[in-house]
Nanobody
């Protein structure tokens, strides 16, 4: 089982990045995918999630209207489009998987598989 996040980098405030999470070793169709982030000196927080069918999504308040999560089960990929980036979005971003369909703010509660992170740095 592997989840590999990619797409991070250095961007100026107001810019955009698209993170990608490629999964292998399990069938993506049966899993809710979560994006978490951890900023320096802070606890990890759930950022966004999408249920197994893609019909339900959730965003933490701080990214609503700026981030969009999507998935392509045929390609075993989940994406996080991040627009209007702010310095406070600087963090290591992780994708994770939870078996079953989950939406709402409870979707971050349980994780079956974690991926390695990708660093996003937003300069002001």
């Amino acid at each position: 089982v592997q989840l590999q996040a990619s797409g991070g980098g250095l961007v100026q405030a107001g810019g955009s990045l698209r993170l990608s999470c490629e999964v292998s070793g399990f069938t993506l169709d049966y899993y809710t995918i979560q994006w978490f982030r951890q900023a320096p000196g802070k606890e990890r927080e759930g950022v966004s999630c999408i249920n197994n069918s893609g019909g339900r999504t959730h965003y933490v308040d701080s990214v609503k209207g700026r981030f969009t999560i999507s998935r392509d089960n045929a390609k075993s990929r989940v994406y996080l489009q991040m627009n209007s980036l702010k310095s406070e979005d600087t963090a290591v971003y992780y994708c994770a998987a939870r078996r079953g369909s989950s939406g709402g703010d409870s979707c971050y509660v349980r994780v079956n598989y974690w991926g390695k992170g990708t660093l996003v740095t937003v300069s002001s």
